[in-house]
């Protein structure tokens, strides 16, 4: 089956730093892969994707690059802002042709910026 | 444009009861899905749709029922509702199979 395996916080660092989640995973079919953040109290808001091998998917000085021979993609920014505080999530659709859809996600990696 | 909308957004619930957890899109959407978050478990996908009248069980699907009737609508239906049912239930939909879903701002259910 599918799944994805994600780093898990809290992960901690100072305003400026640089950022890298790792995210990893399995699928059948040909996946198209997604980065969620997560806001207290809030949805998920879709921060990035990529639909297939050596994309590169990038929103708000977020980057994360779809490598198939490492089934990797990882989530990095080059200077973190207080502001990026959240729950990020990673996750995976695997789209087999056989009808099934949905996401499959990671267990989602708590973000602490400090000023 | 309203987006993803869920109601309600709070409820809680006595060991046995029924209930609805409604959910509409008004972005003409033919892929829906429902999914619970529970803490340190990530989100879990509980059913999916691909479009009206075609429905199908995801990963955790024991204890809800689903329909879609049209392409606005797909309730989430807990029908002898339990404990281990408590959880933050969030709908979501997409256009097509590459795009991204769209997440409603969720519903948070107690049962006690």
């Known amino acids: 089956g599918n799944s994805v395996t994600q780093m898990e916080g809290p992960v901690t660092l100072s305003e400026e730093a640089f950022l890298t989640i790792n995210c990893t995973y399995t699928?059948?079919?040909?996946?198209?892969l997604f980065w969620y953040v997560q806001y207290p109290g809030e949805g998920l808001q879709l921060l990035l994707k990529?639909?297939?091998?050596?994309d590169k998917g990038s929103n708000k000085g977020f980057e994360a690059t779809y490598r198939k021979e490492t089934t990797s993609f990882h989530l990095e920014k080059g200077s973190v802002q207080v502001s990026d505080s959240a729950v990020y999530f990673c996750?995976?659709?695997?789209?087999?042709?056989?009808?099934?859809?949905?996401?499959?996600f990671g267990k989602g990696t708590h973000l602490i910026i400090q000023p | 444009n309203a987006g993803v909308t869920q109601t309600p957004k709070f409820q809680v619930l006595k060991t046995g009861q029924s209930m609805t957890l409604q959910c509409a899109q008004d972005?003409?959407?033919?892929?829906m899905s429902w999914y619970r978050q529970d803490p340190g478990m990530g989100l879990r996908l509980i059913h999916y749709?691909?479009?009206?009248?075609?429905?199908d069980q995801g990963e955790v699907p024991n204890g809800y029922n689903v329909s879609r009737s049209t392409t606005e609508d797909f309730p989430l239906r807990l029908l002898s509702a339990a404990p281990s049912q408590t959880s933050v239930y969030f709908c979501?939909?997409?256009?097509?199979?590459?795009?991204?879903?769209?997440f409603g701002s969720g519903t948070r259910l107690t049962v006690v």
């Open positions: 979501a939909s997409r256009l097509q199979v590459s795009y991204g879903y769209t």
């Open positions: 699928a059948t079919g040909y996946p198209s």
């Open positions: 990529a639909t297939k091998a050596d």
């Open positions: 996750a995976l659709s695997a789209y087999s042709g056989g009808g099934a859809d949905g996401l499959t």
């Open positions: 972005m003409n959407h033919e892929y």
């Open positions: 749709s691909v479009g009206a009248g075609i429905t």
